[in-house]
């Protein structure tokens, strides 16, 4: 999946949840915020990632423009979602 989403363009990648959490079990779905510069509004490009991983385990996954992921970055949600979560891919800045 990471891969995939480095593929599409994806500037980083966040797991959080219970995944993250190492809280899994048979109900839990697969948290993922995925940072990606797309003029796509947020239901298309969201559509248009999930169309493009078909992913095989329920997933929830969210896709930000840098701009959008820059301005919720106050945003109690955002906090915990990094706070609890891992980096799975940063696209270095180099």
Known sequence: MVNKLRELG????I????YARGRADVFTD???IVIL???????????????????????DILVYTPEEWQRMQDRPF????LAEG???YE???R
């Open 15 to 18: 797991l959080f949840g219970s």
């Open 37 to 59: 510069e797309t003029g796509l509004p947020f239901v298309e490009r969201t559509g248009y990632v999930y169309r493009e991983l078909a992913p095989r385990v329920p997933s």
């Open 91 to 93: 696209k270095s800045t």
């Open 30 to 32: 697969l948290d993922i």
């Open 10 to 13: 994806a500037q980083k990648i």
């Open 78 to 81: 955002i906090r915990q979602a």
């Open 86 to 88: 891992k980096i799975l």
